[in-house]
């Protein structure tokens, strides 16, 4: 017995003095290390590093940015399975220990002296905590030590609960994803709430090791770890057997999955990149979570995109098939497993998808598609592909699918009107854009058939000379130079000299043919060069060119020469497309814009755009306050005039002065209250009557003109309107197409052309065949089931009968009158008809200018 008391005290004394060296080595280490700790005290507000994303208008998601994909959770958002599941598989006394599981510890420790390897952890989910947020993931015994201190450091500062909750926001579980919310998305695309208990458990699986357990890159592994996840569950009693047999037994459901993007805006996501980047950095822009709201719409912006891509595929195939895109080499000997792997290198490109040519028929083919299915494209999918042989010509009309196709051929197809078709990627590029003429927000924005294949925006960064889309604007500035709708010009061809460069200039309708004397109503309409050409010479190059930077049009990129009549200058298509809007507005200019607010991740607004905006209303109110002033013979309340402007003070104080207002009955004015401030009021730029006859003249293009014979043909509902009003433009050798329309309520702009300027679109191709479609698909849904706008008519407007053919007053002789719209001091009685030009009109065959 004594011999046992004396062993039992030896070893109860060599164990105390165990102890005592762990103690008195956990206390140096802690002297050692803890000066170098970080400080832990607000790591309750640590920051996320959360991606920016951009929304439209209505909140639906555009695009998202950073190095890191995460949604940021609370602890409630969690399903209670998968808390269950990480606890029991991590750290089962999560909720007992004070941030170090020393049972975990000690395990660790007598598998490092049994095995000699350190390839068991007893990390706790707090210490995993200060791991990813404080610590290097290498395996050290100093970072192991400094990571236990800095447990015991977060367990003081933060609840149980508090710290589950950071640490489902910060664990990384691959594939860029950060955070529980982000995994959901990434793996299942899906909300945490959406999943079900295999799906928790293969996510509970994955922090132990990120590469090696997600279930994307090693199925094997993950379906692995979730069966030792789900024994863990039952075990601790968190599931019954029925529950784990039934879940281990389901297959791996997870794909990768991208951000729920649901609006394809890509052009306008990376106009907000970059405009983010240039405000904040690079480095904050991608991690501190901003929300960017833009001016987008969505079923706007779905409703233009479609629009670019059918009108460029139409046009695409009315110049005929370019063939094959490649030939999949040795196609016989290859299996079906083969071809789908090459096609799956092949990206899809807009709705083009890409497909094998496997059979073909007299006037059928069977394709193979990246999915592993086979269909048939039909006759009527094949028979438009004539070959290209350049943009102006092409080959005979197949007679059968072998004179289109061959077996082994890569092709691009797409799905039209319910059949699958024959298709191509066009090479022609296109861009279009839709603003608000009230205040200039960017509506939708196309900068080309798709982003993926060329980032370079259309809309936004190509110049390109707009023909004459630019004509309304020379009309507009003749107008101020006293001409009316209804003066003469005479259509005839020029001839003229130009000394400083050798050379002569000649433009010509497009037409070939001229019609004398005509009326500028009618010019427009028929987008007449020579009358065009012949105004800027009478009303001068600079004139014309200062006139259309009044308007907003950049200076820096036109000439005052005489051909800027004819669209020789060189703008975007957004340029061209606020311009536009200056006639829909009634004569205002408006600065395009596309975000509307910027939030950070706490929902602050750190930016609200306060855009130059249209208000007819403050307009009235500032007239009000003009006239009552006049009367009462004092300033407007707002003006600023002191009240020691008001009267002459004999004594100079304020006192007297308001006393004696008040004893005169002549009380300071009170103003309606503004609806924007003053200096937020668009700018009248175009004279209000002058804006009103221009865009009447560009009613009769949609109804008489150049726009008329496109929509007729393809019985547009847009003819029924009479609100709508735009104009079509083509340049030299058609290297460029343009329409650009307007109501009301939007003004957009359409353009074709290719992004090689040499390159002709055709000799048959022009704007109103080529861009204006673009611009008709998405006016008719923009404006289906909307009531007519109605353009208020100004004063000083003057409704008169005129003779057609000499633009005078008609008179009861007059055969055929029209009615037509002056400014009251420019009625033809008072105009002298093209007084400017007489030697040309005496003599239509005269060369001078």
Not at 15 to 39: A, K, Q
Not at 160 to 185: T, V
Not at 386 to 412: C, E, H, M, W, Y
Not at 759 to 766: A, D, K, Q, R, V
């Amino acid at each position: 017995m004594k011999y046992l008391l004396r062993y039992a005290s030896k070893g109860i004394y060599f164990i105390s003095l165990i102890g005592l060296m762990i103690v008195m080595g956990f206390t140096g280490l802690h002297l050692n290390l803890g000066p170098t700790l970080p400080n832990v005290d607000s790591i309750g507000q640590i920051k996320l590093q959360t991606p920016m994303t951009i929304f439209s208008k209505d909140n639906e998601l555009i695009a998202e940015f950073g190095d890191y994909r995460r949604i940021p959770i609370t602890l409630s958002d969690v399903p209670e399975e998968f808390i269950h599941a990480l606890i029991a598989t991590e750290d089962k006394r999560f909720y007992e220990h004070s941030g170090v599981d020393f049972v975990g510890v000690m395990r660790a420790f007598v598998n490092l002296i049994t095995t000699g390897t350190k390839s068991q952890g007893a990390s706790t989910i707090t210490q995993l905590v200060a791991r990813n947020v404080y610590l290097h993931r290498k395996r050290t015994f100093t970072r192991k030590f400094r990571e236990i201190f800095l447990a015991w450091k977060i367990e003081s500062r933060l609840n149980k609960n508090e710290i589950l909750e950071l640490f489902l926001n910060l664990a990384h579980f691959s594939h860029r994803a950060y955070g529980l919310g982000a995994a959901a998305q990434v793996y299942y695309g899906k909300e945490l709430k959406e999943l079900t208990l295999p799906q928790l458990a293969v996510l509970a699986g994955i922090p132990k090791g990120e590469s090696v357990y997600n279930p994307i890159s090693n199925p094997t592994k993950a379906k692995e770890r979730r069966g030792h996840v789900l024994r863990r569950m039952l075990a601790e009693g968190y599931i019954d057997q029925a529950t784990y047999t039934e879940a281990n037994a389901t297959p791996l459901t997870a794909e990768k999955h991208g951000a729920k993007i649901s609006v394809n805006a890509p052009f306008v996501a990376e106009i907000i990149r970059q405009e983010m980047i240039g405000r904040f950095g690079r480095e904050a822009a991608y991690s501190d979570g901003f929300k960017v709201y833009t001016t987008v719409e969505s079923k706007l912006q779905h409703t233009a995109q479609d629009a670019l891509r059918h009108s460029l595929l139409d046009y695409d195939r009315r110049h005929g098939y370019r063939g094959a895109e490649t030939q999949l080499a040795d196609f016989a000997n290859l299996s079906p497993e083969q071809w789908q792997s090459f096609l799956d290198t092949l990206p899809k490109v807009a709705d083009l998808a890409p497909a094998l040519v496997v059979e073909i028929a007299e006037q059928a083919a069977t394709v193979f598609l990246a999915d592993g299915s086979q269909a048939v494209i039909d006759w009527e999918g094949l028979s438009w592909a004539r070959q290209f042989i350049s943009t102006n010509k092409r080959g005979p009309k197949p007679k059968q699918a072998a004179d289109i196709l061959q077996v082994g051929d890569v092709i691009r197809v797409r799905i039209a009107n319910n059949q699958l078709q024959l298709s191509q990627i066009p090479e022609v590029s296109g861009g279009f854009v839709s603003i608000s003429p009230k205040d200039g927000a960017v509506e939708a924005l196309v900068g080309g058939f798709d982003f993926t294949r060329n980032q370079f925006n259309m809309v936004t960064q190509a110049r390109r000379q707009p023909g004459s889309n630019i004509k309304p604007f020379i009309y507009s500035a003749a107008f101020e130079k006293g001409y009316t709708a209804a003066s003469i010009i005479n259509d005839a061809p020029i001839f003229e000299e130009d000394i400083s460069s050798e050379n002569f200039w000649r433009p010509k309708n497009d037409s070939g043919r001229y019609k004398g004397q005509t009326r500028l109503r009618v010019a427009l309409r028929n987008s007449t060069n020579t009358i065009s050409a012949r105004l800027v010479r009478s009303i001068t190059p600079r004139f014309a060119k200062n006139y259309l930077e009044q308007i907003g049009l950049p200076a820096a990129h036109m000439k005052a020469v005489p051909s800027l009549g004819l669209g020789s200058a060189s703008f975007t298509p957004l340029e061209v497309a606020t311009a536009y809007a200056t006639f829909a507005n009634g004569g205002y200019q408006v600065k395009p814009y596309f975000i509307e607010r910027i939030e950070s991740a706490n929902g602050d607004i750190l930016f609200k755009e306060e855009p130059m905006t249209v208000c007819i209303e403050c307009e009235e109110i500032l007239e009000q306050q003009a006239l009552a002033a006049a009367e009462q013979d004092v300033p407007a309340e707002g003006s600023e005039a002191t009240v020691e402007e008001v009267i002459q003070q004999p004594d100079g104080t304020e006192e007297t002065a308001l006393q004696l207002i008040a004893d005169s009955n002549k009380p300071l004015i009170q103003s309606p209250e503004m609806p924007i401030d003053k200096d937020k009021m668009a700018p009248r730029v175009i004279e209000e009557r002058n804006a009103f006859i221009l865009t009447s003249m560009m009613h009769d293009v949609i109804h008489r003109g150049t726009a008329w014979r496109t929509l007729f043909n393809s019985k547009s509902p847009l003819l029924k309107r009479r609100d709508i009003g735009g104009k079509t433009g083509t340049t030299n050798d058609a290297k460029d197409a343009w329409f650009s329309g307007f109501n009301s309520d939007h003004a957009a702009t359409a353009w074709v052309g290719f992004a090689d300027h040499s390159i002709s679109l055709g000799s048959n191709e022009y704007g109103g065949k080529a861009a204006l479609p673009i611009w008709q698909k998405y006016m008719e849904v923009v404006l289906a089931g909307k009531p007519q706008s109605t353009m208020f008519e100004p004063i000083g407007i003057v409704r008169a009968r005129i003779d057609p053919e000499t633009g005078k007053l008609a008179n009861n002789n007059t055969l055929k009158a029209e009615f037509e719209i002056f400014r009251a001091e420019n009625t033809p009685e008072k105009m002298p008809v093209d007084e400017t030009l007489p030697d040309l009109d005496a003599d239509p065959s005269s060369n001078i200018f």
